[in-house]
């Protein structure tokens, strides 16, 4: 079983046809335990509402995302414990600490943060900071296959 930790920029392509949306689609696979930081539903309602406003989604089809999201077998782990590294870590790649919260959590973990975020990765993998720990969403392993 592959242990992945995964941020809002990969599990909103769950629900949207957009680039790179087959490749987070992978992550679904039942061979793969997912991983997130307590406040992750709240990152999702985030861009939910930016989707509403912007008129892409309705108010409706966000509510609906909003149900389906508790169908994931998310494992959540409380951020209050992991604020200090993930501070610290954001100061020196120069990332938000929201983002490199889900990174110190796959750390901890010995597994990789996976994301859609081409800034954020771009600055950690800059940094040589821990970028073994991170994965770019095209670049997951097949189906079954090992971190």
Same mark, same amino acid.
């Given at each position: 079983?592959?242990?992945?930790?995964?941020?809002?920029?990969?599990?909103?392509?769950?629900?949207?046809?957009?680039?790179?949306?087959?490749?987070?689609?992978?992550? *679904?696979? +039942?061979?793969?335990?997912?991983?997130?930081? #307590?406040?992750?539903? @709240?990152? &999702?309602?985030? /861009? !939910?509402?930016?989707?509403?406003?912007?008129?892409?989604?309705?108010?409706?089809?966000?509510?609906?995302?909003?149900?389906?999201?508790?169908?994931?077998?998310?494992?959540?782990?409380?951020?209050?414990?992991?604020?200090?590294?993930?501070?610290? *870590?954001? +100061?020196?790649?120069?990332?938000?600490?929201? #983002?490199?919260?889900? @990174?110190? &959590?796959?750390? /901890? !973990?010995?597994?990789?943060?996976?994301?859609?975020?081409?800034?954020?990765?771009?600055?950690?993998?800059?940094?040589?900071?821990?970028?073994?720990?991170?994965?770019?969403?095209?670049?997951?392993?097949?189906?079954?296959?090992?971190?």
């Amino acid at each position: 079983m592959s242990v992945y930790v995964v941020d809002a920029s990969v599990a909103a392509k769950w629900f949207f046809d957009e680039p790179l949306s087959d490749d987070a689609t992978r992550l *679904l696979d +039942a061979s793969h335990t997912l991983h997130v930081p #307590d406040f992750f539903l @709240l990152e &999702i309602d985030n /861009v !939910l509402c930016k989707k509403v406003r912007r008129g892409e989604i309705s108010g409706g089809e966000a509510q609906e995302i909003r149900s389906a999201m508790g169908i994931f077998p998310l494992q959540k782990h409380p951020f209050q414990l992991l604020m200090d590294p993930a501070f610290e *870590l954001a +100061a020196q790649t120069q990332s938000s600490p929201y #983002d490199c919260l889900y @990174l110190i &959590i796959a750390i /901890v !973990l010995g597994s990789q943060m996976v994301t859609a975020d081409r800034r954020f990765y771009d600055n950690i993998c800059k940094s040589h900071l821990t970028a073994e720990n991170l994965c770019w969403v095209e670049d997951l392993p097949p189906i079954g296959g090992k971190t």
